[in-house]
């Protein structure tokens, strides 16, 4: 039995669920935790995160599983557990707050609070002692000088507010040529034209950027461009943000050639990514962009689908104890299970320098694609891809044997809608019925389970061992967006109606598919 339980034993999220038993007293976010801190006086500690973040997980082993931190945190705050992934609304406030006072954010996001809730001070990751240090001078503050904290968080609830504020205007918007040209014109200053993405690290793939991009250079026949996405998502399949063996993206690379992603894998990112590179393969052709597509919905299939054919959440960026244990190969080991295909396989994923990372270990990358491979080694292509494939079977069938990383199993609407989008986009791109499949077995059992008798939805949906399971938190503005975009596909009008059978009160005209 734990030595701690808390009020978040009661809730569903696996987030709150993985701190159900720290000594802090967490709450969840709810009115129970407002009333105590009215009624003690005491700040509230907001602190927001997710299920598969790395640095939470750090900060819960150092700070909130050490029971000396946590009596200060107890005695000194009410401490309330919020997953941003249930409560996009309540992390954007906070955000928002923590990047006016820091001017930078992510998460775990640590936010201090008046006893109304509005902001006082905040913060991400901090080190414990920094974190107790910082515990201390806040209620100290607090108690010896209330006035200032109220005068402080007053001001940041006006500059939090004005963020939010959204001018209306009686006059008609027009977007020529030429805004898009200017903007697009800003944009190209910014690109990594040797490594593809965005100038900077970290680097996150932002498929919709990428949307946007592919189809304005197909439009305007704007051939840099067109190289620059090229290249883009050349790098992105080829790297190892590129689950190599197991297929998927994961959340973003640490460095500029994306090489050692930050492990965690999430619905929405994958989603999008389908989408993306299958359009990518209708303006290209490149047999790598099908590839990439088939091997991420063979990962979707294996680990982020339930039962019921919705979509699981995210996957842990960390296993024992370690970010990425799950996804790195020692040399030996990879000689040990590959035997005399090894040598293929080092050249192929590049066990040496290139793909070294930490502890002595490897992550899989790719120099090239399969046919500049196959020539360069001087095998036929047929042959290479056969081989490959054994490869990676050995290799994924060994990693099944490793501790998992952890799975945060809650269905989110919005999330499960992209998905439904990317399986439609791959069927569209590639005729394989089985992607039609998924994705209409997908939105028939996402508006069973997550639409309301009076046609709303709802946000989030979690099977229960034992029972039907439930559906929870009323939708908000991107679970409509995403489910209207999912059930009007560009599909064949007899498949599209297929599609969205149960979705009439969500319909909108379909776009043109890609290119137009």
Request: glycine share 8%; charged share 25%.
């Amino acid at each position: 039995m734990a030595e701690h339980t808390n009020r978040l034993a009661q809730e569903s999220s696996p987030y709150l669920l993985q701190h159900a038993h720290n000594p802090v007293d967490w709450y969840p976010w709810g009115e129970e935790a407002f009333a105590k801190a009215k009624a003690e006086n005491k700040l509230l500690l907001i602190s927001i995160g997710y299920s598969s973040c790395h640095w939470c997980h750090v900060m819960e082993r150092e700070s909130f599983e050490d029971t000396a931190v946590a009596q200060v945190m107890n005695d000194r705050f009410v401490c309330v557990k919020v997953d941003r992934e249930e409560r996009p609304d309540v992390d954007q406030v906070y955000m928002s707050a923590v990047q006016l006072m820091t001017g930078q954010g992510g998460w775990p996001l640590n936010c201090f609070a008046l006893p109304d809730g509005r902001p006082v001070h905040g913060g991400t990751y901090f080190p414990a002692k920094q974190w107790v240090e910082l515990l201390t001078e806040l209620d100290k503050t607090w108690q010896q000088d209330p006035d200032r904290v109220r005068a402080y968080a007053e001001r940041l609830h006006q500059g939090v507010k004005s963020q939010n504020l959204v001018q209306t205007t009686e006059e008609e918007a027009v977007v020529d040529r030429g805004d898009l040209d200017a903007l697009v014109d800003v944009w190209r200053d910014r690109l990594d034209n040797i490594n593809g993405g965005p100038d900077k690290v970290p680097k996150f793939p932002m498929p919709n950027n990428y949307e946007f991009l592919l189809r304005y250079a197909w439009l305007t026949e704007d051939n840099a461009l067109k190289r620059h996405v090229e290249l883009t998502l050349d790098k992105m399949a080829l790297g190892g943000i590129h689950d190599q063996v197991g297929g998927g993206f994961a959340r973003y690379s640490t460095d500029a050639v994306w090489k050692a992603p930050h492990f965690e894998k999430m619905l929405y990112d994958n989603a999008q990514l389908v989408s993306l590179y299958s359009r990518a393969y209708q303006a290209f052709g490149k047999p790598l962009y099908k590839q990439t597509v088939e091997h991420a919905l063979a990962f979707i299939q294996r680990e982020m689908t339930a039962p019921n054919g919705l979509f699981y959440s995210a996957l842990d960026a960390d296993t024992e104890g370690e970010e990425g244990r799950f996804y790195v190969w020692e040399k030996d080991e990879l000689q040990t299970l590959l035997g005399a295909e090894y040598d293929l396989a080092a050249a192929y994923y590049n066990v040496g320098p290139k793909g070294l990372w930490e502890h002595g270990r490897y992550i899989l990358l790719r120099s090239e694609d399969d046919p500049a491979f196959a020539d360069q080694f001087g095998i036929a292509l047929p042959e290479l891809e056969q081989r490959i494939t054994a490869i990676n079977n050995t290799l994924l069938h060994a990693r099944e044997t490793r501790e998992r990383p952890g799975l945060d199993d809650k269905c989110l609407t919005s999330w499960n809608a992209l998905m439904v989008s990317g399986y439609c986009d791959a069927y569209e791109a590639f005729g394989d019925p089985t992607y039609l499949q998924c994705a209409t077995r997908a939105m028939d059992v996402l508006l069973s389970t997550c639409r309301r008798t009076n046609g709303a939805l709802w946000h989030s949906y979690k099977a229960e061992t034992n029972g039907p399971g439930k559906a929870t938190i009323n939708g908000y503005l991107e679970d409509y967006c995403f489910t209207i975009e999912g059930a009007d596909r560009p599909l064949p009008g007899h498949l599209r109606r297929t599609l969205a059978h149960r979705s009439t009160r969500l319909g909108r005209p379909c776009h043109p598919p890609f290119p137009g």
